[in-house]
């Protein structure tokens, strides 16, 4: 079975950009193609961490504001208050 994606200078053990069997240039990323410069991964690295904040943020936030209903709003919503007293404690961190 020939390989779905090829280096287009003929020497597999070159990083030249990659094409498929079909002669269209393979999508960056590909399989056997290496990151166009070194360090390449860093805005994926930094979406992931801006990701991860963003998260952290949203869950101190709502555990701030779930520590600040009383018992009869926490009924309401059909959360029991011992269950909104434990989420509530659990650091931003923690799932």
């Known amino acids: 079975m020939a390989p779905l994606v090829r280096p287009t200078s003929g020497r597999p053990d070159t990083l030249a950009r990659t094409t498929l069997r079909s002669g ?3 999508p960056r990323g590909a ?3 290496a990151p166009p410069v070194a360090g390449a991964a860093l805005p994926v690295v930094r979406r992931s961490l801006a990701e991860m904040v963003r998260l952290w943020m949203w869950r101190y936030r709502s555990r701030r504001e779930l520590k600040q209903l009383d018992t009869d709003q926490l009924l309401d919503v059909g959360i029991h208050p011992r269950v909104a007293r434990r989420e509530a404690a659990k650091p931003f961190w923690r799932a």
Do not use: D, F, K
């Open 24 to 26: 269209a240039p393979a």
């Open 31 to 33: 399989v056997g193609e």
